[in-house]
């Protein structure tokens, strides 16, 4: 079942999350409030990790298991990257979790972020049907 | 070996292991690493309507309702099975700027008395969990990704369209809990 490798990496990214405290409320409002390296350093590293990576998937072209051709879209700007950005950001700090942080809250044991995942469906749903109107 | 899995992970573990999250989807199906594209996928799996925005194959973005599905199994395994013995740790000047917004720190991952069932019947619970949750969803998806797809992947990818998208975030985040947060809190 090929999918079973997916539910690993979710499991795995779950784990992760949870056990380094990103998932936290109290941790995301130290990071906003400049208290702490945690959440900066994890951020930076991960990114500096996925740099790497990339780097050398290129570089080597290296290829799927299946052995496709690794080909990553890149991303357009758009004036949504902007202002869903800082509307993001909002409910960021609000709820101390972005959308991964969510269903591992939930599978942690908080679970009134049901609650908090459902109205992000809803939020999404929402953007979905007025997406003709704002201004990207 | 409960004891080693139950430690925490500083960020200097947690951080390389989360961005390799990004060449292991590459590598094992050429797939971008991204959360909040799940959010539209339940959509367009549950509720498409009429908008056009979720008509289309979600089927073939299974692997992705799989990967969070994943995370909810892994939360549980990190936040229960494995947890964290001692209390979440975190500075005594945010401990204290937060006691004086009403909000005390009683070792959870969130604070318990304002993230709880009952207090959804009360302004702030309302608020920061519906309405922060619907902004979250609303804003990613306006933003073509969250903290995942454009911090980690997009930034990885050197788009600079991420590196603009994550700093709206943290732009957003600052305003909340610098601006907004605190009257919320009062509420």
């Known amino acids: 079942m090929i999918y079973l490798r997916y539910l690993v990496v979710g499991v795995v990214f779950g784990f992760v999350l949870t056990k380094s405290e990103a998932i936290s409320w109290f941790r995301i409002q130290e990071m906003f409030r400049f208290q702490s390296v945690h959440m900066y350093g994890l951020i930076l590293s991960a ?11 290129k570089r080597f072209r290296v290829r799927t298991l299946t052995g496709e051709p690794i080909i990553i879209e890149p991303k357009v700007f758009h004036w949504g990257n902007v202002i869903g950005g800082v509307i993001f950001g909002l409910g960021w700090a609000m709820t101390g979790a972005c959308p ?5 809250l939930v599978g942690a044991g908080v679970y009134v972020m049901v609650v908090g995942l459902l109205a992000a469906i809803a939020g999404t749903w929402v953007y979905g049907l007025l997406r003709d109107r704002l201004p990207h | 070996m409960t004891e080693f899995l139950s430690r925490p992970l500083p960020w200097y573990v947690a951080g390389p292991l989360i961005g390799l999250m990004v060449p292991l989807l ?3 199906g050429n797939k971008p690493f991204g959360i909040s594209s799940s959010l539209r996928h339940i ?3 549950c509720v498409p309507g009429r908008v056009a925005f979720f008509r289309y194959d979600w089927k073939k973005e299974l692997w992705n309702l799989v990967l969070v599905a994943g995370i909810v ?3 549980a395994l990190g936040g229960i099975v494995f947890r964290n013995p001692d209390p979440v740790r975190i500075s005594p000047v945010a401990q204290s700027q937060l006691s004086t917004l009403g ?15 009952e207090s959804l019947l009360s302004p702030r619970g309302f608020i920061l969990i519906v309405v922060g949750g ?26 600079w369209p991420s590196l603009v998208a994550s700093c709206s975030f943290f732009a957003g985040g600052l305003l909340m809990t610098w601006v907004i947060l605190p009257r919320i809190l009062g509420l």
């Open chain 1, 47 to 57: 990114v500096l990790v996925g740099m790497l990576s990339i780097y050398l998937i």
């Open chain 2, 43 to 45: 959509c367009a799996a």
């Open chain 2, 103 to 117: 909000v005390n720190n009683q070792g959870g991952l969130h604070p318990i008395e304002v993230f709880n069932f």
């Open chain 2, 26 to 28: 590459l590598k094992i």
């Open chain 1, 100 to 104: 991964g942080p969510l269903y591992a």
């Open chain 2, 73 to 75: 199994i892994g939360g």
């Open chain 2, 134 to 159: 619907f902004l979250v969803g609303f804003g990613a998806r306006y933003a073509g990704g969250c903290t995942s797809g454009h911090s980690i992947m997009g930034m990885s990818n050197l788009q």
